[in-house]
């Protein structure tokens, strides 16, 4: 597995982890867990975002 791809999986694996927890949090109505799950998305997306930037180059 070369580099981009394990970035991708992992980029992806966060968002998914953390979109995971934003629902489970919003069912349980504990905003804090959701918010957080929320945060996570974002840092996988950034990382996508960033390591995306950084092949492109």
Do not use: K
Not at 5 to 31: C, E, H, K, N, P
Request: proline share 0%; hydrophobic share 45%.
């Amino acid at each position: 597995m070369n580099e981009s791809a394990r970035a991708r999986l992992i980029g992806g694996a966060m968002v998914l982890v953390g979109l995971v927890q934003v629902i489970l949090g919003t069912r349980q109505g504990d905003t804090i867990f959701a918010g957080l799950g929320g945060a996570y998305a974002l840092i996988g997306i950034a990382y996508l975002y960033a390591h995306g930037r950084e092949t492109s180059q």
